[in-house]
């Protein structure tokens, strides 16, 4: 359930931060009203924010 918190993934199809693509973050929130995602990337620490409409990658744990 991508929704719960601690989840990590992939960060994609970002335009603001696209060197951020291709990396692995961490939901840290999901703001069921606004449908958005607050992710923190694991290599810098910097927040993103993604819509639930855009398809996020779950990875567990043995997948680093």
């Known amino acids: 359930n991508l929704t719960q918190k601690q989840s990590q ?3 994609t199809g970002l335009r603001n931060h696209a060197a951020l693509n291709g990396t692995v973050g ?7 009203n606004t449908q958005r995602y607050e992710i923190r990337a694991l290599e810098t620490g ?6 639930l ?4 990658l779950s990875f567990s744990a043995s997948e680093f």
């Open 9 to 11: 993934v992939a960060i």
């Open 26 to 32: 961490r939901i840290v929130e999901f703001a069921e």
């Open 46 to 51: 910097m927040f993103v924010h993604r819509h």
């Open 53 to 56: 409409r855009e398809p996020l």
